[in-house]
Nanobody, 115 residues
């Protein structure tokens, strides 16, 4: 089982940037595909981006060219650099391990994009 603690969210103006962090424990993030998700109140959690153990990355269409997922194996932490943010990016952001139905979800980190 893994544990996740997300951080780095906040209030940012449109066009701004944020860097989210996901500190993981229990397993090494470098051994798995790690995923960033986001959730708007009243909606289902949606996949944003993932990074595989081979450092291959993939992004949802809305994230391409704006978001970058990365991993620091020494810190067992996964990051999501978000640039050119717009109000539609407002959500709670979570990280998790792909296919893991046992590990609990972390608290998430709120991202609010507003003027």
């Amino acid at each position: 089982q893994m544990q996740f603690v997300e951080s780095g969210g906040g209030l940012v103006q449109p066009g701004g940037s944020l860097r989210l962090s996901c500190a993981a424990s229990g397993r090494d993030v470098r051994s798995y595909t790690m995923v960033w998700y986001r959730q708007i109140p009243g909606a289902q959690r949606e996949w944003v981006a993932h990074i595989t153990s081979a450092d291959q990355t993939k992004y949802q269409d809305f994230a391409k060219g704006r978001f970058t997922i990365s991993r620091d194996n020494a810190k067992n932490t996964v990051y999501l650099q978000m640039n050119s943010l717009n109000p539609e990016d407002t959500a709670v952001y979570y990280c998790h391990r792909l296919g893991d139905v046992v590990s609990p979800w972390g608290p998430g980190t709120q991202v609010t994009v507003s003027a």
